[in-house]
């Protein structure tokens, strides 16, 4: 399966995206993510992120491009692959089709995860990722005894350093006025596909598989 998980911050693109991973194989690939660990690791690269990152703006295509045509031409991703995060906006949509099409790969579809505004920010405001084992948690929505486990075990509940009220209202703008007109670009591609994506995560998992024609067990 080669896929786009298309969607707002907060509407569960990661934590999906990781289940496929798990459950199929295909490699998660999220530029955020990438672009954190080069924030951690002090590239120069990362260090030109870090400040775009923190206030909630699009890195430049030509940085993510870069990242995105070195990881899909990586060999577990030759089967499939979990797009989380990209592309986000017109030239990225585009870049794609000319990386996939050098690679030999063309798009099975994309999928918009569809939340509705009003939840995204407790979703964000909440979001913690545990220090020990790296699981996606949230302190309004995850069962308490997740979230023990974690500093049980003598974890930490990280925040993201982005996900604050005033960088979370940025993201939320710059994703109606970038990315939201790819929904238009697959639809016309003929490749999109809609989840409802409120609900439990395990509900939003259930419908996402028959999105993609793998419903079932
Ligand atoms: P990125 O890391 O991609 O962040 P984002 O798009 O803002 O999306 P999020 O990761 O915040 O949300 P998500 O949809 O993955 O939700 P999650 O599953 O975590 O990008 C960060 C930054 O990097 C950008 O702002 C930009 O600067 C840069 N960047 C990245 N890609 C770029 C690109 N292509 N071009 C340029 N710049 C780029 O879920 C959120 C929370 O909700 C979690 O706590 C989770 O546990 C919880 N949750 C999930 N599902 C449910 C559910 N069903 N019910 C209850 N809670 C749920
Ligand atoms: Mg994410």
Do not use: H
Request: proline fraction near 3%.
């Amino acid at each position: 399966m080669r896929t786009v998980l298309l969607g707002a911050p907060g509407s569960g693109k990661g934590t999906q995206a990781k289940r496929l991973e798990d459950d199929f194989g295909w490699p998660q690939v999220s530029t955020g993510d990438l672009l954190r660990a080069a924030v951690a690791s002090g590239s120069e690269l990362g260090l030109k992120a870090k400040a775009i990152m923190d206030a909630g703006n699009l890195v430049s295509d030509e940085i993510v491009l870069a990242i995105i045509k070195d990881r899909l031409a990586e060999d577990d991703a030759a089967n499939g692959f979990v797009l989380d995060g990209f592309p986000r906006n017109g030239t990225q949509a585009a870049d794609l089709e000319t990386v996939l099409a050098d690679l030999g790969f063309s798009l099975d579809c994309a999928v918009l995860m569809d939340v509705g505004f009003d939840i995204l920010m407790k979703r964000l405001t909440g979001r913690r990722t545990c220090s020990v084992t790296g699981q996606l948690l949230n302190v309004y929505f995850s069962p308490q005894s997740d979230l023990d486990a974690c500093t049980e075990a003598g974890g930490e509940l990280i925040q993201r350093a982005d996900d604050n009220e005033e960088t979370i209202g940025n993201r939320l703008e710059v994703y109606q006025r970038e990315t939201e007109p790819l929904i238009e670009y697959y639809r016309d591609a003929g490749l999109l596909r809609t989840v409802a994506a409120e609900g439990s995560p395990e509900d939003v998992y259930a419908r996402l598989r028959t999105a993609l024609g793998i419903g079932g067990n």
